[in-house]
């Protein structure tokens, strides 16, 4: 349940999985942009959801940075 909770936070926060392929292309400003727009969109949210969904989002930055598909590690940058 935990790794289907993952997967439809990212994809409501970056689109379907070929998406989430595609942002290896995207710019470290455009990325944040996305992930700035999907918690904006989560601010109605209940705090537990909200904190869940951004928790997923800076795992998936530190994952992306790990794996070298980003220079630096975005999930810092992630409040």
Known sequence: L???AYRKD???AFGNADKIEA???LTESEVLGLAREALNVWASLSLSSRN?????LKSFFGWAYQEQ???RD???LII
């Not at 869940?52 to 997923?56: F, P, Q, S, V, Y």
């Open 2 to 4: 935990t790794l289907k």
């Open 10 to 12: 990212l994809e409501q």
């Open 23 to 25: 942002l290896k292309s």
């Open 52 to 56: 869940r969904k951004t928790a997923t």
């Open 69 to 71: 598909l980003t220079e």
């Open 74 to 76: 975005l999930s810092t």
